[in-house]
């Protein structure tokens, strides 16, 4: 099968990259482009490892093709921290402890991101909701629901 | 220090300063087992088994290998013949000999070009199967007329006359059962079954595998065990250990799991058989669980004697474990656990290994303690409040202590049991006034803690820095409490220590972070390599100042006189001392490499509310409280995640989670919609209390605190919703459908 050309954006980033049509954006993200941040935990849209916003949407990448990315704008973990400042959530969950292995990490900074974008003083029950498509097995939840609260506190300021 | 003058207050260890890999876990650049590749790297594919077992009557690769990109198909063929026992069962675990023993059984392997390729090259493979009858079930795999999964498998523990998937028999106990049970006033019996449950980490084994003809090899994995990886691959295939070095990438959740090999040596056969090409291998989640972990499943009988007064007289289980088509379910842990938290004049244990055609078990957090704790401290819930008492009352009538000849039998040294339920008695939530639906449930657990082989290396830098090489991968925060403990024992700051997970060429054998023993016998070993450099650096001091070794002490970071006899010299700190390195003997190091003692048991006392719908049968976690001896919490943080994280895993197990087979023995829920691990909207906070009874043998009073949190959750859930609605649930999980009925079964009378 013959592979399609795709330009798009990434982090901010003009990239091209060639694309079988089976391909997802999240395998041509990792496995072409070397973005290694966002992460396949299932591969069928049920775990969010893999979250990252097209055109300012949150998504699943393993549930978008690599093509539907072509003349898009991309923003994957990698493109959290601006010129190596991090975000008030990236920084929240590391000084909370809000991760153990780390692994769903990545998924749940962008998509909290994407939360704090459209709410920037959710209540918990609506954090918890938001991220209930974010699994996490080694936490339970709480220091990642409270470093979300107490970065969308600070940035309230 | 003297073992048993163990310092309570500390300059570091205590503190909550952010994680060394904290930065690169949190932009993306921390490297995980699916994230590495080499040049030249093929990508592989696996084809498993649909039936449950099967005879394997042909397997043809000629419609794959004519696929353009497709460098090599592995079959059972390419592995050489290994002797019966752990190799044996790992081998055919890996991939199929002569039957699919479970749904999801790897059979063949192909490596091609591309991961697509990879894929669409499996599907060519095609294998011709003979279906056999299959069991699933643990306690129809106990028949004596079911389908056998292996002849001669039993080892010489079961009698003659046992059903044929029985393996393994442990038969243990002492003092006179019967006699405890006649002097009882209260004796009930119970049976109780839990289904098998996924460790459920969100990263899929993944590895890259490389192995020449020369019979040398290098692998990338995400593992809790990389030395593990090396030993058995190489024990699969045939090859030297020491040839293979094995390199653990950071590690996305493991819970007992990454503990073995699954379908790493699949990658190396491919690499040989391809000219020696590195081979990535990415499990999907269909494959992580039809084909990896999983706990066993349980059926359990569980009799108990007690006074009037709730005083514990006698106690037996029978458990049934299977753990699928292998020997292996965590049967024995279970019985070892099962009354560990009480004194008990009588106790006898049965335990049944079992086989059925389902995966290998792999150890999961506290292995079998969950089931067990599951069966016994709903009894004992159950019997308590039969006789009008409090359970934290109870339990403290009954609570081992130090002193006491454990259930599974050694005595306990000083054990912080007792101090957990005083905590719980005092914590707020107790005091929370329950609504209608509502019902509060208490639970105990235990898990031993362990110690294990570990090597661990630590070298002085010449600016006065340290860096710490460790072989236990790093899954919660262990670079941190390791940095945080040899700091403090060099008098340095924490941020001066840097701890790395090295590869197996570097350090000797290390066992996997398991058993809740990293922090313990890591963190010891570690501590040991520092005292070992500073008696060096006190050494070169002494030499300095011409006096004797013995009279120059190590305080704060530095070297001094030990008194005022010793003579007068200002003291020589670590960056004076590791500047003059290279002129005054050389490198300064210290290592440790043994099998640390002074295991330091561990308790918890859990109490959740909860809210049952009468309506729908969904019980609803209002609250939970998780109180747990850590011995010594060094970064109380990473301490309390995994509290909550233990107590979410069994509140899953106790509400959602299950292996569901339909008749035809095929998993019906191989993925995470199906299988529903807890949520973050299914969930309150989930409250900690750290108690630290620090354990006399550990340098900081170190037990481990990985474990025992799994162990509660499954009986105290069970308990409130008893306490909510008036019905003890004997089966796990608590699904709303299975509650639903029970609580239209009573409504009707």
Known sequence: MSKIHVTTTVNGDTVEFLADPRETLLDCLRDKLGLTGSKEGCGTGDCGACSVTVDGVLVSSCLVLGVEAQ??????????????????LQRHFVEKAALQCGFCTPGFLVAAKALLDKNPDPTETEVRYWLAGNLCRCTGYDKIVRAVMDAAAEMRG | MPKDEIKQTFRLVGTRPDRPDGLDKVTGRARYGADFSAPGMLWASVVRSPHAHARIKKIDASKALALEGVKAVVTRADFPEVPAGEYWDLQENTI?????????????????????????????????????????????????????????????????????????????????????????????????TTEATHQGYIEPHACVGQLGSDGKGEMWVCTQGHWYIRRMCAGVLGIEAANLRVTASEIGGGFGGKTTIFMEPLSLALSRKSGGRPVKLVMSRAEVLRATGPTASASMDVKIGMTKDGKLTAATAVFRMQGGAFTGSPVDAALNCAFACYELPAVHHLGYDILANRPKAAAYRAPGAPMAAFAVENLLDEMWGELGLDPLDARMMNAAKEGTKSSYGPTFKRIGFEETLEAAKAH?????????????????????????????????AEDGTAQVSVGTPDIGGSRASIALMVAETLGIEYE???????????????????????????????????????????RRAAKKWGIDEDAVEWVDGAARPAGPNAGKFPPLSIVEIAAKMSSTGGPIAGHYEGNPPGVGESFGTHVVDVEVD??????????????????????????????????????????????????????????????????????PMIDTVIVEVPNPGHPYGVRGVGETGITPPLPAVANAIAAATGIRMHSLPISPSKLLAAMNAKRKG
């Not at chain 2, 060429?505 to 570690?526: M, Q």
């Open chain 1, 71 to 88: 003349g898009k704008s991309v923003t994957t973990i990698e493109g959290m921290d601006k010129d190596g400042e991090l975000h008030p």
């Open chain 2, 96 to 192: 199929a000999g002569e039957r699919a023993l479970y749904d999801g059984h790897a059979v063949a392997a192909v490596a091609a070009t591309s991961q697509l390729i990879a894929h669409d090259a499996a599907r060519l493979i095609e294998v011709e199967y003979e279906i056999l009858p299959h069991v699933t079930d643990v306690d129809e795999a106990f028949k004596m007329d079911a389908p056998v999964i292996r002849e001669g498998a039993a080892d010489y523990s079961v009698p003659e006359g046992s059903p044929p998937n029985v393996v393994k028999v442990l038969d243990f106990g002492r003092g006179d059962v019967e006699a405890g049970f006649a002097s009882a006033d209260l004796v009930k019996e119970g049976h109780y």
């Open chain 2, 428 to 460: 707020k939530n107790l005091s929370v006034k329950l609504g209608p639906n509502q019902g509060r449930g208490v639970a105990a657990g235990f898990w031993f803690n362990y110690n294990g082989d570990t090597s661990v290396s630590l070298a002085v």
């Open chain 2, 496 to 538: 001066d220590v840097r701890v790395s997970v090295v590869e197996t060429g570097a350090l000797g054998v290390n066992e996997p972070t398991h058993g809740s023993r990293a922090t313990f016998a890591t963190g010891k070993a570690a501590v040991e390599a520092a005292e070992s450099a500073i008696k060096d650096m006190c």
């Open chain 2, 614 to 683: 009468p309506e729908t049968g969904r019980t609803e976690i209002l609250r939970y409280l998780v109180v747990q001896d850590a011995g010594r919490a060094i970064h109380p943080s990473y301490v309390e995640g995994q509290y909550q994280g233990g107590a979410v895993q069994g509140i899953g197990w106790a509400l959602n989670e299950e292996y569901v087979y339909g008749a035809d023995g095929r998993l019906q829920n191989p993925v995470f919609l199906d299988y529903r691990i807890p949520v973050a909207s299914d969930l």
